[in-house]
């Protein structure tokens, strides 16, 4: 059997299945799906290490690389013909795997969670063939690691897929998600006691708790998720793209795919998501399948109750410890947009005893997305921001000025006086700005913010249908009028861009904090020369 993850340079790409929803190794394998070989990566893991932990966003085929692992130590050899592990592994070996996944389903309380987790053990015994006596949920999962060791004679492996989603399926109710997490430690602590009968170990999930919170005494457990080499553990490549998916590419415009998709890093290779580019090649049509996926309600109301400048998500900068913090009353917004998949690693600098991160978002799918939800967010009717950007995008084309001061000043009017009552804003001008930005930003268009120049920095520049529109934001309690306008001329913000040959708007806008709304709105346009 070829190996169906690559095709001989001499013979046609042959157009397969798509593999969309499929986590099943066996089932991609034999049924003549595309598949992308992490087979190399799987050896990798199990000839350098035992215990293993890694943090991904949802859908980005964790599930699929357990079950990679779980089919190359019950050496089913027949599966890996072709594919990167078939010489490198020893199968003359057959390890027994216990399974555990909470991927399924909703666990409401502790009560369902418990019971869920003797089901998964009752599963793992009919399935190795062995009985347990222990009535305590730890004591069985020892019980049974030590059983499947003597049957067989081999050590067990242990994988664990979504370990934390029946927290995060309760995140915002913290008793429950405190009793879930006790409830979970309880089990996974019994890995440490059970070291002499396991052979690998192996834990998934979207978040990263700390080690004291859940997984108290198994100070062993390597985290790969920053690891530069697993980088592509998880999701497609370029390279993977421009191969396997080959027979995909017609008809789709390269570019658009790769900003569109591409862009998610852990400090290596970036990656797409294969749930995105799957139904792309399905629909040819570019959508935000992934963040369509899951409404990111609980992140929406921390960044609003954190008052999050909008415009600051793009270039956040935080230490590697912070991106790691996360637990049931310590949620950091910085590390739940980073592990949630919103931000993914722009650039590191590191400096003795510290690993700063530069954040940005993957793609254009998820900058589009995020802030299109913000933004209806912020009214009544959620329905009207579609209504408001279709709007912006036509005063653009039609360069109608008049019409985008009637636009925001009807979209602030729009935000119900109750918001404000509820949000305490101390930086009128960065919210007033964020509004300004999510919208342009929701359109996908090219937006540089604070962008430097030789005279001072320019609020936010935006580059659309050959033009040039530089806007600066004011407060007019707190400067005089026309101020905002006055700026950038003063400043000759314009000269950085005369180079493009393009018409350069010149945009001051200026809010009053009394009315909650714009009160200025004046534009220059500067001619071509």
């Known amino acids: 059997m070829l190996p169906i993850s690559s095709s001989p340079p001499d013979r046609p790409l042959i157009r397969r299945k ?34 293993y932990f890694l943090s991904r966003p949802r859908r980005f085929g964790k599930s699929l690389l357990l079950d990679t692992l779980r089919a190359l130590f019950e050496g089913q050899q027949a599966l890996f013909k072709g594919l990167l592990a078939e010489p490198r592994w020893d199968w003359g070996k057959k390890y027994p795997v216990i399974r555990v996944s909470f991927s399924d389903g909703v666990l409401r309380d502790r009560a369902e969670l418990d019971q869920r987790i003797q089901e998964i053990l009752q599963d793992n ?18 019980e049974l ?19 934390d989603k029946p927290i995060l399926d309760n995140i915002t109710n913290s008793p429950v998600a405190l009793a879930m997490r006790e409830g979970l430690k309880n089990l996974y602590s019994v890995l440490k006691g059970a070291d002499e009968h396991l052979k690998f170990v192996f834990l998934t999930g979207v978040s990263k708790f700390s080690k004291v919170s859940l997984f108290s005494g198994l100070n062993n457990l390597t985290d790969i998720t920053l690891e530069a080499k697993y980088s592509a553990l998880c999701g497609y490549t370029d390279a993977d793209v421009d191969s396997i998916f080959a027979p995909e590419l017609e008809g789709l415009n390269r570019e658009e795919i790769r900003s569109w998709y591409n862009g998610y890093n852990w400090l290596g290779t970036p990656v797409y998501n294969p749930f995105d580019l799957l139904l792309l090649f399905r629909s040819r049509e570019f959508r935000p399948y992934w963040f369509e996926t899951g409404t990111p309600s609980f992140l929406v109301k921390l960044l609003t109750q954190r008052q999050q400048f909008t415009p600051d998500l793009s270039r956040i900068v935080a230490p590697e410890t912070l991106l790691s913090t996360f637990d049931v009353d310590n949620i ?3 590390a739940l947009l980073f592990q949630a998949g919103y931000l993914t690693v722009g ?35 959620p329905a009207q921001y579609g209504e408001y950007a279709t709007r912006l995008y036509d005063l653009l084309l039609a360069q109608d000025f008049a019409g985008l001061k009637t636009l925001f000043h009807a979209f602030y009017a729009s935000i119900p006086h109750d918001w404000y009552r509820k949000n305490e804003l101390a930086n009128f001008e960065g919210y007033y700005a964020s509004i300004f930005y999510s919208y342009f930003a929701a359109l996908g268009l090219d937006i540089r913010l604070e962008d430097s ?12 249908n050959g033009q040039v529109y530089l806007f600066e934001f004011k407060v007019v309690e707190l400067t005089p009028a026309g101020q905002a306008l006055q700026q950038l001329k003063d400043m000759a913000y314009a000269d950085k861009y005369r180079a493009r040959g393009e018409p350069i708007h010149l945009i001051g806008v200026a809010f009053s904090k009394a009315s909650r709304n714009i009160v200025e709105f004046d534009v220059e346009t500067l001619s071509i020369n």
């Open 332 to 334: 950091p917004p910085e």
């Open 145 to 163: 690691i030590a059983l499947v060791h003597q049957k067989t004679g081999q050590r067990a492996v242990v994988l664990i897929d979504e370990y």
């Open 18 to 51: 798509l593999p969309i929803g499929i986590q099943t190794f066996r089932e991609i394998i034999e049924e003549g799906y595309y598949y992308v070989d992490k087979s190399g990566y799987a050896v990798d893991l199990a000839e350098t290490g035992k215990y």
């Open 347 to 381: 650039s590191v600098r590191r400096i003795p005893g510290l690993m700063q991160i530069s954040l940005r978002y993957p793609n254009l799918e998820v900058r589009t997305s995020l802030n299109a939800v913000l933004l209806q967010s912020l009214t009544a009717n």
């Open 125 to 142: 015994q009919t399935r190795l063939g062995v009985s347990c006596v222990h009535q305590s949920l730890g004591g069985q999962f020892g």
């Open 453 to 464: 120049t030789s005279h001072g920095r320019i609020d936010m520049a935006v580059l659309f």
